[in-house]
């Protein structure tokens, strides 16, 4: 079992800027690959980014390469969403996950564990 706690959200202006973090706790981190969704309200569940166990590979939703990153400490058992440049669209719970493979993913579907969300709210 592995539990996820996210946090740093909150209510920022447009072009501002939040990083989200993960803490994991409960199994070996630096085994499960990790990736952030977002859903805001009346919308499907969304990827935002995923990073492989190691940190070496990373991959970002179209709409925010350029604007998040996606990065984790194994040492720290965290992973992190940096996000630059937030507009109103981007208001959503930001969730975090843990798949239990070394291969980033970008299927909700094929994570094993999610944390309870941030919310994460842009004004204009």
């Known amino acids: 079992q592995v539990q996820l706690v996210e946090s740093g959200g909150g209510l920022v202006q447009a072009g501002g800027s939040l990083r989200l973090s993960c803490a994991a706790s409960g199994r070996t981190f630096s085994n499960y690959a990790m990736g952030w969704f977002r859903q805001a309200p009346g919308k499907e569940r969304e990827f935002v980014a995923t990073?492989?166990?190691?940190?070496?590979?990373?991959y970002h939703a179209n709409s925010m390469k350029g604007r998040f990153t996606i990065s984790r400490d194994n040492a720290k058992n965290t992973v992190y969403l940096q996000m630059n440049s937030l507009k109103p669209e981007d208001t959503a719970v930001y969730y975090c996950?843990?798949?239990?493979?070394?291969?980033?993913?970008?299927?909700?579907?094929?994570?094993?564990?999610w944390g309870q969300g941030t919310q994460v709210t842009v004004s204009s």
């Open positions: 996950a843990a798949r239990g493979e070394r291969w980033a993913s970008q299927l909700a579907h094929e994570y094993d564990y």
């Open positions: 990073i492989s166990n190691s940190g070496g590979t990373t």
